[in-house]
């Protein structure tokens, strides 16, 4: 499995410290952040999920553990927003450069918005998509902000 994604190339070049963790990735899993956590043997709450979404019509990225779903009202009410929704995986696959089950908010083909959720900081360290199917980033939060330049607020349910 090749290493060097657009989201790996994004750290080494702001300097941030990472490492990689790799797992079977099975194809046709709809709970990608879950089948990740569970195959890796990490709880669900430290593997972090990459959701595109539109609020007000406009992309936005939202991170969140595998173990939660978005609420959508706290996502738009935390961006002054009226509505949110899902981003159609077409669009999201053209929009970031990824595969839909290897969307990493890193390295993405434009540059939108991002929240990651206030859990996050619960832990140490959390896992985030590398930017391929079966590969994950392990980095602190508060250097995943930095290399975001993302906000972080609660919008998980």
């Keep these: 499995m090749a290493r060097g994604t657009p989201a790996t190339q994004q750290l080494t070049k702001a300097g941030i410290s990472f490492e990689l963790a ?10 990608v952040g879950l089948q990740a956590a569970e195959a890796m043997h990490v ?22 553990p595998s173990d ?9 009410s ?11 995986p077409e669009l999201a696959e053209r ?17 939108v918005p991002v929240l990651l959720e206030a859990s996050a900081r619960d832990h140490e360290t959390i896992y985030i998509n590398g930017g391929q199917r079966g590969l994950q980033i392990i980095l602190r939060p508060d250097d995943l ?11 998980a349910r």
């Design 22 to 31: 790799e797992y079977e990735y099975a194809p046709g899993g709809e709970r």
């Design 95 to 111: 929009m970031t450069g990824y595969k839909v089950g290897g969307i990493s908010p890193l390295g993405q083909r434009k540059s």
């Design 145 to 155: 902000v930095v290399a975001l330049d993302c906000r972080i607020a609660p919008f």
């Design 78 to 88: 935390v961006l002054g927003a009226k509505s949110a929704q899902m981003m159609k």
């Design 68 to 76: 939660a779903e978005v609420d959508m009202k706290a996502l738009a």
């Design 43 to 64: 709880p669900p709450a430290r593997v972090f999920k990459t959701l595109m979404t539109e609020v007000d019509g406009k992309p936005v990225c939202a991170i969140l």
